[in-house]
């Protein structure tokens, strides 16, 4: 039971340009949200995150946006740099503290 | 710089041998735990700990997989006998506990033949 989704595999943008992830989840006792990036060969690393209590936060070029009523939640990067090019995992926290990930989305940023 | 470590890197084993994965958690963090990683299931979570005490295992099959913390410095995952299909990269994270945000180390590539 899938309870983190991330439907698009893969997402090619030009560098300079925005790069859209976007997030569904089905638990609606999830309170926490991450997003974390993953370079070949390397562990997931943390990138940026918000509480339930927010819809928005941002940190340089990064934005996460969070609807509640729609489940969903997005991440924005801009502008997308080459050094941007990696999987985008979005995870969800439960009240105990366990993360819930997506599948990933690979991303490709292009000269 | 802070971070989580993770012995061996990679692992080679034939079937039905045993195999130890060690994790040094970020120092001062009290809950850690043991994802795999594999290409139909994506990262599943299999052992948390919470200041040493294991508080959920369900993702981890009980009758060859064990989890420890010896210390508050060394988590192991072991698994015995190990078959083909535990074939995956093993990754350790760490976290304070006073967030969410868990820190995840390099991983374990194991491959089973």
């Known amino acids: 039971d899938q309870q983190v989704k991330q439907n698009s595999p893969s997402l090619s943008v030009q560098e300079g340009r925005i790069s859209i992830l976007n997030c569904d989840y089905t638990n609606s006792m999830f309170d926490y949200f991450l997003w974390y990036k993953k370079y070949p060969a390397e562990g997931p690393t943390f990138l940026i995150s918000?509480?339930?209590?927010?819809d928005k936060n941002e940190d340089g070029r990064f934005t996460v946006f969070l609807n509640k009523s729609a489940k969903h939640l997005s991440l924005h990067i801009v502008p997308s740099q080459p050094g941007d090019s990696a999987v985008y995992f979005c995870a969800a926290s439960d009240s105990w503290g366990k993360l819930q990930f997506g599948a990933g989305t690979q991303v490709v940023v292009t000269p | 710089d802070a971070r989580v470590t993770q012995t061996p890197r990679d692992k080679v084993t034939e079937m039905g041998q045993e195999v130890t994965m060690r994790c040094q958690p970020i120092?001062?963090?009290?809950?850690v735990f043991w994802y795999r990683q594999t290409m139909m299931q994506g990262l599943e979570l299999l052992a948390y700990f919470r200041n040493r005490a294991p508080l959920d295992d369900s993702g981890m099959p009980k009758d060859r997989f064990s989890a420890e913390m010896p210390d508050a410095t060394l988590a192991t995952l072991k698994i015995q006998p190990s078959e083909p299909r535990d074939s995956a990269v093993y990754f350790c994270?760490?976290?304070?506990?006073?967030?969410?945000?868990?820190?995840f180390g390099p991983g374990t590539r194991l491959t089973v033949l």
């Open positions: 120092l001062g963090h009290n809950t």
């Open positions: 994270a760490s976290g304070s506990g006073s967030t969410d945000t868990q820190y």
């Open positions: 918000i509480s339930s209590i927010k």
